[in-house]
């Protein structure tokens, strides 16, 4: 690739783990609803938005609700999932991320995050790590969920660097296949079996440094999706 000026991160499994959070919230939403939500039935729910996730709930405790109660669920699910993230603190950030993030800074490699969720900057904030990203570009700022290409085009555009010349990291299929199609290259982090597109897999920052990162992206051009080990 060109001369790595850009990295590029999603939020949720990659800096920090927000899941356990939409979970609590879902949770308590079906309680008052009448039924139970379970840690098995929650997996239906990841990488979907949050009005289908709405609906997979209401199927789940085999409920009809009416298209304007359905929003009124989906906000007080919203306002409970806030409640918990105003808790968090910096000591949640997944192991290894602060360092990488520091040393990118270090080397002037500039830092975005690409994520849908619209209370990013808020769980950034509350993780005391804004300051490090160049830009943030987020639910507010983008129209199309990946794998649509757009959150991560945007972050490269409104830094001036060709897609080319950026990397990506993500936990999630459609994330990935939304970097591709952006033209970047992009590191899996998390199951190498869930993440085979990816052109490198990774099980997390705990190990890894920028000059891994550089080796892997010099290493060959094409590159091959593999699992870094």
Avoid: C
């Avoid at 105003?86 to 800074?105: A, R, W």
């Avoid at 085009?153 to 990397?167: D, N, T, Y």
């Amino acid at each position: 690739m060109d001369i790595l000026h850009l990295a590029i991160f999603d939020l949720d499994g990659v800096i920090v783990d927000t899941a356990k959070y939409h979970y609590l919230a879902w949770k308590r939403l079906a309680e008052e609803l009448g039924f139970q939500f379970t840690p098995a039935a929650n997996e239906r729910l990841k990488g979907v938005s949050r009005q289908r996730s709405l609906e997979i709930l209401l199927e789940i405790g085999g409920l009809r609700k009416t298209e304007e109660e359905r929003i009124q669920l989906a906000e007080k699910k919203n306002t409970w999932y806030v409640e918990y993230i105003l808790q968090m603190d910096k000591s949640e950030i997944l192991p290894g991320v602060l360092p990488f993030l520091q040393e990118l800074k270090d080397r002037g490699i500039k830092i975005a995050l690409g994520s849908a969720s619209k209370n990013a900057r808020t769980i950034l904030d509350r993780l005391e790590i804004t300051e490090l990203f160049d830009v943030i570009v987020d639910g507010n700022l983008v129209s199309q969920a990946k794998p649509d290409p757009e959150v991560f085009l945007l972050g490269a555009e409104l830094l001036g660097i060709p897609p080319r010349s950026a990397v990506v990291f993500e936990d999630a299929q459609a994330g990935i296949e939304a970097a591709l199609r952006a033209g970047m290259k992009v590191v899996g982090v998390g199951d190498p079996s869930l993440l085979r597109n990816a052109h490198h897999v990774i099980p997390g920052f705990a190990s890894f440094k920028v000059e891994d990162l550089l080796r892997l992206l010099e290493a060959a051009a094409p590159l091959e999706a593999h699992v870094n080990p």
